[in-house]
């Protein structure tokens, strides 16, 4: 399964208004791949996930998932938004927040099945949110409230899993868990896709890379497309991130010696 499409993008083009955030991207990842997207602020990161999903309306190309039209394959898609933009006032408890998760395997008049909330509870038991199922989303903290949507993400079973920044919000140690649940998954072949900030750990989480500054600088196996070349295309000399990159290259440097 593992040689098939599960991610691809042909010619595509995407923005917002008269705004274009993605140009010309073309690639595919296989199915059974966890891949790391990075890039600089307003390089097309989260574009291109909302493009993937409907979210925005491609200006040109399309996406397809496992080798479909995305729009046909969405069943088979979880997707983790940033946490900036869920209405936190919304009328809801944590509990059901996960409970919509299972939504697809509810049948149409979504009747609660003793399966789903075993399944809601274990995903929450999971990720230390047991004791606050009954409460309004309102009153988690920020990492709980990331954490909340990773668990809705657990819960659905999905085959392809796009995550905007999942791991803001959380501290180190329960990021290095979520990494280790994230490659279990991609051992029983799903395909996770995470749009991710930090340099450091690019190379420790991820055996793919996507490089976006507005265009595909690179994609590729994570060893071959870390290359201080490849970052400075993408990140360029403007800002702090230079320093990092220099840093991050000059390591990798002194562990091939």
């Known amino acids: 399964m593992s040689g098939n499409s599960a991610f691809s993008a042909s010619d595509l083009t995407a923005g917002y208004d008269k705004h274009v955030a993605l140009w010309d991207l073309t690639?595919?990842?296989?199915?059974?791949?966890?891949?790391?997207?990075?890039?600089?602020?307003?390089?097309?990161?989260?574009?291109?996930?909302?493009?993937a999903l409907g979210i925005v309306k491609p200006l040109s190309g399309h996406i397809q998932f496992f080798e479909k039209p995305a729009s046909e394959m969405l069943q088979r898609v979880a997707y983790v938004p940033q946490r900036g933009s869920i209405d936190w006032d919304f009328p809801i408890t944590v509990f059901e927040v996960v409970l919509m998760g299972r939504y697809n395997k509810m049948g149409m008049f979504r009747f609660t099945r003793s399966a789903d909330k075993k399944a809601v509870s274990d995903a929450l038991e999971k990720v230390g949110l047991a004791p606050y199922a009954s409460r309004h989303i309102s009153?988690?903290?920020?990492?709980?409230?990331?954490?909340?949507?990773?668990?809705?993400?657990?819960?659905?079973?999905?085959?392809?899993?796009?995550?905007?920044?999942?791991?803001?919000?959380l501290d180190l140690a329960t990021e290095k868990l979520w990494i280790q649940i994230l490659k279990k998954l991609v051992v029983k072949e799903k395909t996770i896709l995470v749009v991710h900030h930090d340099l450091h750990t690019l190379r420790e989480y991820f055996d793919s890379l996507i490089l976006l500054n507005n265009r595909l600088v690179a994609y590729g196996k994570t060893e071959e497309v870390l290359t201080e070349k490849n970052l400075l295309l993408t990140f360029g000399k403007q800002d702090t991130l230079y320093e990092e990159v220099k840093k991050l290259s000059l390591k990798q440097y002194e562990g091939l010696r």
């Open 27 to 51: 690639f595919s990842i296989p199915c059974g791949r966890l891949v790391g997207i990075a890039g600089p602020n307003g390089a097309g990161k989260s574009t291109l996930l909302k493009a």
């Open 139 to 169: 009153e988690l903290s920020g990492g709980q409230q990331q954490r909340l949507f990773l668990a809705r993400a657990l819960v659905q079973d999905a085959d392809l899993y796009l995550m905007d920044e999942p791991f803001q919000g």
